[in-house]
């Protein structure tokens, strides 16, 4: 019994402590996010979003020439699923945080690896991997400080940073066209397409599906490997000459390779016996 009511207490304080975690009060600069896909490319902000509060906000609560965490709380962070090009300079995918130095008539506008970032205070110059000069804009009044993504196109934004009477902005470029192919091509990769059909081959067992498997490997990437199992198939298949042919390509794209593949001599012997 002593044990039943012990097992009913820990339930009841494990579900006290899960509501506990998602328990919040609002903080004074809530928390903002904003998505958008440019493309097939997915850019999102996450950042606190301080209010005027009739304070005066630049020079004074965000001093110039310092390093800003741009916002509240904890430093903005910017997500990228593919690489983009901002304001001309590349950036690989992933996530950084943005750090500024606001300045009158320039502000530096800083991505570093550095994640998470809680404030100015522990900027790891180090973790920098980009530093842009930008120059700020007037804008109508923004009580809350604010990111917008705009003027989106499928290879172009604008991402803008408002508030206060001011907003500064830089331009994300991404490639989407040649990403897109790129992401058709590896959604169909050729090696596994290639081990499909020579597990097929092995086991002499759905040749024709593997055939097909075989054939759409070496479009997307002809090479030595699928290259000398395409040539086997036709083997199978009693194509003589398309064995041959196929065979004597193989031997020479592993001729080409840096090292002989493990089985390049098994490969060479096989080409000898279809000619006899």
Known sequence: ???????????????????????????????ATVSQFVGVTKITIDYSS???????????LVPFGEVWRTGANEATTITFTDAVSINGNELVAGTYAIHCIPNANEWEIIFSKDVPVDGSSTFDPKKEVL???????????????????????????????????????????????????QKAR????????????????????????????IQASTLINENYWNTRI??????????????????????????????????????????IDWKK
């Open 1 to 31: 019994m002593k044990q039943n009511v012990l097992i009913i207490f820990s339930i009841m304080i494990l579900s006290y402590i899960s509501v506990a975690q998602d328990f919040r009060t609002p903080r004074p600069s809530p928390d």
């Open 50 to 60: 301080p209010a005027v509060k009739d304070r005066k906000i630049w020079g004074e």
């Open 131 to 181: 530093r842009l000069k930008v120059k700020p804009e007037e804008h109508h009044f923004m009580e809350r400080m604010t990111f917008l993504i705009t003027d989106v196109t499928d290879n172009t934004g604008n991402i803008a940073l408002i508030w206060e009477k001011l907003k500064v902005s830089f331009k994300i470029e991404i490639n989407t066209l040649s990403l897109t192919l």
């Open 186 to 213: 590896d959604a169909f990769k050729w090696n596994q397409l290639m081990s499909a059909a020579n597990y097929s081959l092995e086991q002499n067992t759905n040749l024709e599906e593997g055939f097909k498997w």
């Open 230 to 271: 395409l040539a086997q198939y036709y083997a199978k298949m009693n194509k003589k000459a398309e064995a041959i042919s196929t065979m004597e390509k193989a031997i020479a794209l592993g001729d080409k390779m840096p090292s002989a593949p493990f089985d390049f001599d098994r490969m060479k012997q096989m080409l």
